[in-house]
């Protein structure tokens, strides 16, 4: 039982480039998260999924697309990498979107736009 | 809107003594409120969670966290600081179900020996 999973650990972009961050959870969670963590700004909704099929924007939406491929797997997407995008990427699933659940995260991608 | 406070970037504690960080709430409704703790290069990972009831809620690490709805309040607690809990730590709040979570913006906790 490995939890929540993500590829790549490190990625360093140049600007314009674009990259697939990769998420996968064995808990057979229905809902899924992308989470961005910047410097005193704790954790930033970027898009979700509350079950397979959905998905909607958080916070920080801009610059992302997401794509729920099956119950297991959520991937980001940066079309055209900013600067403003180096950040750090953590994954997020949860059994539902409910009140009382607990997200559970993966180790994280460290994001550098050059 | 919900958001989350917690007011001390930095807490600094000698190893054995008890340790507190804090976090206070702003929401509309009942809420449900996690810790969470980040060591370094890692995930956030689950320490305690208050859903309703006993205002003391126990969590992994020895931790606990006290909620209290007049103060609107849920601080962290630990009665016998260990270098090893040194980490950053989250709150984080939701209400009802269906929305999402608002994490405050962490406080980092340096234990000494």
């Known amino acids: 039982n490995a939890g929540v999973t993500q590829t790549p650990k490190f990625q360093v972009l140049k600007t314009g480039q674009s990259m697939t961050l990769q998420c996968a959870q064995d808990m057979n969670h229905n809902s899924m998260y992308w989470y961005r963590q910047d410097p005193g700004m704790g954790l930033r909704l970027i898009y979700y999924?509350?079950?397979?099929?959905?998905?909607d924007k958080g916070e920080v939406p801009n610059g992302y697309n997401v794509s729920r491929l099956n119950k297991r797997e959520f991937s980001l997407r940066l079309e055209s990498a900013a600067p403003s995008q180096t950040s750090v990427y953590f994954c997020?699933?949860?059994?539902?979107?409910?009140?009382?659940?607990?997200?559970?995260f993966g180790p994280g991608t460290r994001l550098t736009v050059l | 809107a919900q958001s989350v406070a917690q007011p001390e970037d930095q807490v600094n504690v000698a190893e054995g003594n008890p340790l507190t960080v804090k976090c206070t709430y702003s929401v509309s409704g009942n809420p449900y409120l996690f810790w969470y703790v980040q060591y370094p290069n890692r995930g956030l990972q689950f320490l305690l969670k208050?859903?309703?009831?006993?205002?003391l809620v126990k969590g992994s690490y020895g931790f606990e966290a006290e909620f209290n709805k007049s103060q609107t309040s849920f601080h962290l607690k630990k009665p016998s600081a260990l270098v090893s809990d040194s980490a950053l730590y989250f709150c984080?709040?939701?209400?009802?179900?269906?929305?999402?979570?608002?994490f405050g913006p962490g406080t980092r906790l340096s234990v000494l020996p």
């Open positions: 997020a699933s949860s059994a539902y979107r409910g009140g009382s659940d607990t997200q559970y």
């Open positions: 208050y859903i309703t009831g006993d205002n």
């Open positions: 999924s509350a079950s397979e099929g959905t998905t």
């Open positions: 984080a709040v939701r209400v009802d179900y269906g929305q999402n979570f608002v």
